[in-house]
């Protein structure tokens, strides 16, 4: 996924590193408009058409964090679920999930990949040990070749006002997590990410997506100071019951669209990953 540092709830930071970022040509990505054809995927898929953009390897931005193919779109697309998106409903899901066995656990293992500071490696080391403490159907393992999902680094440039941190590719797929996630390196994300705490944040929040979580703030992106919905309602988002129906940009949630500060997993969090898991 891709997780922003958004001006207006970091403004203190972004004054010194947005500036900076907004000129870097280094962006790995090149946008492209949509077809009509493109946006009408993206829209039967469950997400907003408007909200998305194609990027120079044919594959599609969606939600400014979220690297898609065509091929996981048309999974996605034309899902039917029972399970209804009410207005300011929070805490979300996609239709596909990570597949679990009826009694035990799946084990995921994670590598990171070389050329990160030592820091990011307690980070993950931290956000995996949050994941495992909740003794979820799931368990992460880390391991130094092959892995479920692999973390990467690449310059990711800006995108809606922001310094982007990270980013995923993509959601589960035939019951398997998204292959893995881009860490940022432009200078004003490596500015960002300069501590295990922030390391976790970010990476927890794109293993996340990487196991079928949307945004808790899906309905307004109030994190990023925004009020746009991400997509529709029914498909490619389901709402997990027990989870607050309304929140605040302020709020403390490790799937917020825009990052809040805190590696840590609120109650409601913890409320959404037994749901799932």
């Known amino acids: 996924m891709r997780k922003f540092f958004a001006l207006a ?4 930071l972004m004054a010194v590193a947005f500036v ?10 090149q946008t492209g408009a949509l077809t009509d054809e493109e946006k009408s995927l993206i829209v039967a898929a469950g997400f907003n058409g408007n909200w998305a953009e194609r990027t120079a390897n044919g594959s599609y931005l969606i939600e400014g964090d979220i690297l898609l193919t065509a091929g996981q779109l048309s999974e996605l697309k034309g899902v ?9 409903e929070e805490h979300y899901r996609t239709t596909n999930i990570v597949s679990t066995p009826s009694s035990g656990q799946r084990i995921i293992t994670v590598r990171l990949g070389s050329g990160f500071p030592s820091h990011y490696s307690t980070g ?3 956000a995996l040990a949050r994941y495992n403490n909740l003794n979820l159907k799931i368990r992460f393992q880390r391991v130094s070749s092959g892995g479920n999902i692999v973390i990467s680094g690449a310059n ?3 995108s809606g ?15 398997n997590p998204s292959p893995g996630f881009t860490l940022s390196t432009s200078s004003c994300a490596t500015s960002y990410l300069n501590t295990a705490n922030k390391a976790d944040e970010v990476m927890a929040h794109e293993l996340g997506h990487c196991i079928g979580f949307r945004h808790t703030d899906y309905m307004n992106r109030s994190s990023c100071g925004q009020n746009a919905n991400e997509g529709s309602a029914g498909v490619g988002a389901v709402h997990i019951p027990n989870t607050p129906t ?15 500060g805190s590696p840590s997993f609120s109650s409601a969090d913890n409320t959404a990953l037994n749901y799932v898991y």
């Open 9 to 12: 709830v970091f403004a203190s």
């Open 20 to 29: 900076g970022c907004k000129k870097s040509s280094n962006s790995s990505e």
């Open 80 to 88: 039917v679920t029972n399970e209804l998106i009410h207005a300011n």
């Open 124 to 126: 993950l080391d931290q």
């Open 156 to 158: 990711l440039g800006t």
């Open 161 to 175: 006002g922001g310094c982007i941190l990270g980013q995923a590719a993509g959601f589960p797929t035939g019951g």
């Open 246 to 260: 309304t929140v605040t940009g302020s709020y403390n949630s490790w799937m917020m669209a825009c990052t809040n």
